[in-house]
Each structure stands twice: as C-alpha cells, then as structure tokens.
C-alpha cells in the first residue's frame, strides 16, 4: 500500500512568493496532520482535519498559514507570503478514526524561503 | 502551556549494550504516550505506544510509565548500530505533543 504522498519534497523560493505543499493520506484514513520541524522548535503541529473539516488550527503561526482539505484524499499547506523564517521541513501525516495518535508521515517537503 | 521534555543528547552506547531515553511531561491528563524513531533526513516512525502504568515489552524494546511521576521512558536491549535516530517522545493531551527529540548514537 502507498503510504502518505507529499509533494514537493523539495521546494526553494524567495521571500514573498507563495508556496503550496500538497498532501494524499492513507486511503481510509480519517485524520490529516500537518506539521513542522525545526532544529529550534522541533515537530510542531500546525493543524489537523478529522473528515476534512479543520479541527484544530491553533499552530498555525500566522494569518500568512492556510490549510485545505476539499476531499478525503487531498489536502494542501499554503503560505502566502512566505519569509525566511517559514524554512523547515513539513509533514503530512495520517491516521485512522480509531486510533488517531497511530499518526503515519509523509516523506515530507523540505522548504527553505531566501 | 503542555510541555514534553527529553534530553537532547546526543546519547552514545556502544553496540550490545541498553540505551535508556527518558522523557518528563507536564500534563497530568495524558492518557496515551508514544515514540517514535527518526533517521537523519527521514520522517518519524511509530515504534511502541504505552496507556497504562508499568512497561511493555515489544522486541528490543520496552517502554515504561509512571504516571504519578509524570516519566515515560524507552529502552533499547542489544543496541545496535541500525538504531542510532533521533527518538522523539510524544504525548497525548487532545492532540500529540513531541518532544525535541535524544539522539542515539550505537558505536560498533
């Protein structure tokens, strides 16, 4: 079975133009978990979707953050505009409805913003 | 503020011998504790989960919790050079809360 799908694994911008980062979770999950990672702050959750519908964005840093998940089998991370200090690796990650902290990652997308 | 702290590391053992991760947090609601395994350049890994006092034994592996003492803890049996990662510790108060993460480092 494919795992998470992530896309791009790489991405390098300048600062103020938009990034998009996309996400396909396990089919027949249920949850849909984006985070970042840091050498700072380590693995912080930026926000996550049960069926879809945002649940928790209270880690989203700023108004310049915007999650969507349109559909069980995509969700996109967007920052617009982005700033140097947006640089570090997100993930995506998915779980089942019953056992939700039984989080799989994606490969993740390493982002750096000059 | 819920907070998970580790050691940062990096822990060094030599290969065959136990390594013993620690991890405190601060929230004494947390039901459900976790690790995970990640390799340099790679996405964390779930490798043991724990819900209950005690330890749980699963290969290699046992993780142990106290919850009066707020402590979860993983050791690693006959270390082996595969296992050097960064093992992050991860607690559940409505969402995951990870720690920074101990680097484990097995010397041939």
């Known amino acids: 079975d494919a795992g998470v799908i992530q896309s791009p694994r790489h991405e390098v911008t300048e600062m103020g133009q938009e990034v998009t980062l996309r996400c396909k979770p396990i089919s027949g999950h249920d949850y849909l978990f984006w985070y970042r990672q840091t050498m700072m702050r380590g693995l912080e959750l930026l926000i996550y979707f049960n069926n879809n519908v945002p649940i928790d964005d209270s880690g989203m840093p700023e108004d310049r953050f915007s999650a969507k998940m349109p559909n069980a089998s995509f969700s996109t991370l967007k920052i617009q505009p982005s700033e140097p200090r947006d640089s570090a690796v997100y993930f995506c990650?998915?779980?089942?409805?019953?056992?939700?902290?039984?989080?799989?990652f994606g490969p993740g997308t390493r982002l750096l913003v000059l | 503020q819920k907070e998970v702290e580790q050691n940062s590391g990096p822990l060094s053992v030599p290969e065959g011998a136990i390594a013993s991760l620690n991890c405190t947090y601060s929230d004494r609601g947390s039901q459900s504790f976790f690790w995970y395994r990640q390799y340099s350049g790679k996405s964390p890994e779930l490798i043991m989960f724990?819900?209950?006092?005690g330890d749980k034994e699963d290969g290699r592996f046992t993780a142990q919790l106290n919850k009066a003492s707020q402590y979860v803890s993983l050791l690693i049996r006959d270390s082996q050079p595969s296992d050097s990662a960064t093992y992050l510790c991860?607690?559940?108060?409505?969402?995951?809360?990870f720690g920074q993460g101990t680097e484990l480092s097995v010397k041939p």
């Open positions: 724990i819900y209950s006092n």
């Open positions: 990650a998915s779980s089942w409805d019953s056992q939700k902290e039984t989080q799989y």
């Open positions: 991860a607690v559940e108060g409505g969402k995951l809360i």
